[in-house]
């Protein structure tokens, strides 16, 4: 018997690829949308990327921040992948207003799925609930690291992901019954768009693209392909030992913003135009950080670690990533140039 897979989050960056690579390995798939006007969107997506029929592919309107039809949506499922997020359309003030819906939306998709006897949720949380107070530089980066919550620096995205999956773990240890449960903590996310929805860190890309850095911060990064991602949720779903586990989803290495600029300049001399070869010194974003919050962000991004482990995936789960750093930036770059965002 086919297995039906429910992924929250249909329209988003992760969730599309991740219904591709579930329909493409003859999965029966279910996702949520906030309003079901959206399939289309969904299938055009899927058909310009070669599904040719959407047999195996059901969509019911839900909301995480309300508890409507999730019984429904998960009724008959085998696998839950929770990988919507609450959507702000400005970023809150408040960070009580970030961290609450967080919160509330996974363990309502964790109720739900104990209700329903799904076997196993998968939850999408971030790099951020992991490695941001590490700032040893001969300490590794490992799935046992959790960031402080009160960490300086930390935004109110990060805090909110973090203080959700610490709350789903609770939730699973004290409620949660026979449910299984697995966490993906992805880096920066990048790689090639099935369309033009991108996600949060392609910002990034295009602060350095649009010439908003007039000098390029030495910060570096760890960064994963989409379709690297979008394959470890699938393994972390049906992998005996990935219960009760977390996995670190990062490619091998790191890739400092100066270094994508450098390389955009070589490979896209005719969109690198506004594209900064100046270097902002570490003591510019120091000094920075004493009045301005962005600064402060940008200031934990230069003191953390960035020496990530992420062999657990590996050789627990067999994930092999299949992009390298310069090779996940330039897809990244292709995707934004396709479609219009730069």
Known sequence: MTNTVLVT???GFVGAQIIL???????????????????YKVMDTLQSNGIKSFDSLAFVEADLLKDDHWD???????????????????????????????????????????????????????????????KDPNKVTTEADWTNPNEKGLSIYEKSKLLAERAAWDFIKKE??????????????????????ISGSFDLLKLVLDGSFKAVPNIPLNIVDVRDVADLHIRAMTHPLANGQRFIASADGQISLPEIAALIRKKYPDAAGKVSARTLPNA?????????????????????NRNVNNA???????????????????????????????
């Not at 510019?284 to 200031?299: C, D, H, S, T």
């Not at 996940?328 to 479609?339: A, E, G, R, T, Y």
Request: aromatic residues 8%; contains cysteine.
């Open 284 to 304: 510019v974003i120091y000094l920075g950080a004493l009045f301005n919050k962005q600064a402060k962000e940008a200031a934990l991004l230069l003191r953390m």
């Open 21 to 39: 690579q579930l329909l493409q390995q003859g999965y029966n798939v279910r996702t949520t949308l906030r309003s079901l006007s959206s399939k």
């Open 176 to 197: 949660g019954g026979d449910l299984e449960f697995t966490t993906i903590n992805p880096v920066a996310i990048f790689g090639p768009s099935l369309s033009a929805h």
């Open 9 to 11: 989050g249909g329209t």
């Open 72 to 134: 429904e949506a998960m009724e008959g499922c085998d696998y839950v992948l929770s990988v919507a997020s609450p959507v702000f359309f400005t970023i809150p003030q408040d960070e009580e207003e970030a961290v609450r819906p967080a919160v509330e939306g996974i363990i309502r998709i964790l109720k739900s799925a104990r209700n329903a006897g799904v076997k196993r949720v998968v939850m999408t949380s971030n790099f951020g609930a992991v490695g941001f107070s590490n």
């Open 312 to 342: 657990k995936a590996k050789t627990m789960l067999g994930w092999k990533p299949i992009a390298a750093n310069e090779e996940i930036v330039l897809s990244s770059i292709n995707s934004m140039l396709k479609f219009g965002i730069i």
